[in-house]
Nanobody, 124 residues
Framework: QVHVAESGGGLVQAGDSLRLSCATSGITLSNYALAWFRQAPGKEREFVAVFFRGTNFYYADSVKGRFTVSRGNAKNTVDLQMATLQPEDTAVYYC??????????????????WGQGTQVTVSS
């Protein structure tokens, strides 16, 4: 059974950094896309970044240069390192996995298993 769970959210100030982790089980990362999405209050869930089949990374323009996806220290975990956080980064951050093809990695529907989400709040 596939399972994902996020951790590491919290309250930070503008300009601070924060690391989120996504722990997975039941999958082999080289066969899946693992993506981070976020949803701010009153807004639609949006793509943030993806670790595609254990090799490539892609980012939304809004976070490129500030956020970095990498393999975590624990097995089958993927981290989202967020730097220079801004109040507009405030959202619930979700980790999701799916057998997405490259052209669909930014699409919510490409992912079959989602975590519960972790709140990130950036104060000004």
């Amino acid at each position: 059974q596939v399972h994902v769970a996020e951790s590491g959210g919290g309250l930070v100030q503008a300009g601070d950094s924060l690391r989120l982790s996504c722990a997975t089980s039941g999958i082999t990362l080289s066969n899946y896309a693992l993506a981070w999405f976020r949803q701010a209050p009153g807004k639609e869930r949006e793509f943030v970044a993806v670790f595609f089949r254990g090799t490539n990374f892609y980012y939304a323009d809004s976070v490129k240069g500030r956020f970095t996806v990498s393999r975590g220290n624990a097995k089958n975990t993927v981290d989202l390192q967020m730097a220079t956080l801004q109040p507009e980064d405030t959202a619930v951050y979700y980790c999701a996995v799916g057998r997405a093809i490259l052209s669909s990695v930014r699409n919510l529907n490409a992912y079959s298993t989602w975590g519960q989400g972790t709140q990130v709040t950036v104060s000004s």
